[in-house]
């Protein structure tokens, strides 16, 4: 074919590509989704104080984090899921997310503080510190209300960065939640008021883990650095700790397995203005010292080639 014909047949599939989305937008005009956030409206008076930070009492916990003010966005870097032939996979030049935790403000936390809103299949621990066991839970996944409000970008999201080793997406999605955002006084379902839907709180926290690990782009700070994964290099924790200090604003908590020698995990430590699920985060150095060794060389492995995909196209 032709150059010119190439591009005048490239110029007629675009046009009738744009026209036909162009008809599919028209159809969904008047098609509007569920929102999902809670009822804010009373924080517009409260004082405006990043968590942790606060001189008196917080009056309304449906503003602020509390006690949990301590933020953490947590992710890891894995270089393989073990559910591979389930087409679980890891995205190409992407860190990926662990979770949103709500330590408290001396460092101390607490977990799955609702069992009513227990979602979580493999409950760990099994037994809270105050000997309340944890039941397992065997209903609808959590993927399952993601889909009931519509939030079909949202979980193609989750879907692509929130990616579990060892287990099924959904059941680590729903740890999280029941773990850490049962724990979050923005996420109480108090805060969504009269009109509250189930699962509404479930759905606005995914959307709140997916807001913060957007604000911390590891693999994108590392790579400008010339810190790329590489089965033959290391690199020393200074270097590291000192290139996402320069871009974040606070060193974060860097976890290495292997006696300190591999790179797996980060947690970006903040104090949060507002609730966590809209609020600015004001990053701060991490309160829990690296498990990476500070004089041996830090591995930072590719991934194996079967276990990635390139996320960053259309479905």
Request: aromatic residues 12%; contains cysteine; glycine residues 6%.
């Amino acid at each position: 074919m032709s150059p010119v014909r190439s591009a005048t047949t490239f110029a007629i599939y675009a046009l009738s590509t744009l026209a036909a989305a162009q008809a599919v937008a028209n159809r969904l005009r008047p098609f509007s989704l569920p929102n999902t956030y809670p009822n804010i409206a009373a924080c517009v008076n409260e004082p405006l104080v990043f968590s942790c930070e606060n001189t008196t009492v917080i009056q309304n916990t449906c503003c602020s984090p509390t006690p949990g003010g301590l933020v953490l966005q947590t992710q890891f870097w894995d270089t393989y899921t073990g559910l591979e032939n389930h087409g679980q996979l890891l995205p190409r030049n992407s860190w990926t997310i662990h979770g949103l935790w709500p330590d408290n403000c001396d460092g101390s936390f607490d977990q799955y503080c609702d069992l009513s809103r227990q979602y979580d299949p493999s409950p760990f621990p099994k037994v809270l510190p105050n000997g309340t066991p944890v039941p397992p839970y065997n209903g609808t996944g959590v993927d399952a209300f993601i889909l009931n409000f519509g939030r079909l970008d949202l979980l193609d999201y989750m879907e692509k960065y929130w990616v579990s080793q060892g287990s099924p997406n959904k059941a680590f999605w729903a740890h999280e939640f029941s773990k850490h955002a049962t724990c979050t006084s923005t996420f109480d379902v108090a805060c969504y008021g009269p009109d509250y839907q189930p699962h509404q709180d479930v759905v606005d926290f995914f959307d709140a883990v997916v807001r913060a690990f957007k604000q911390f782009p590891t693999y994108d700070i590392l790579a400008s650095a010339g810190i790329v994964p590489s089965n033959t290099t290391t690199y020393q924790l200074r270097d590291i700790q000192n290139t996402l200090k320069a871009q974040t604003g606070g060193i974060p908590y860097l976890g290495c397995g292997s006696n300190g020698t591999v790179l797996q995990e980060i947690w970006y430590f903040n104090h949060v203005s507002g609730t966590e699920q809209f609020g600015r985060f004001k990053a701060l150095d991490s309160v829990t010292p690296s498990s990476c060794s500070s004089s041996a060389g830090i591995h930072y492995y590719e991934r194996t080639p079967r276990s990635e995909r390139e996320v960053r196209i259309l479905p």
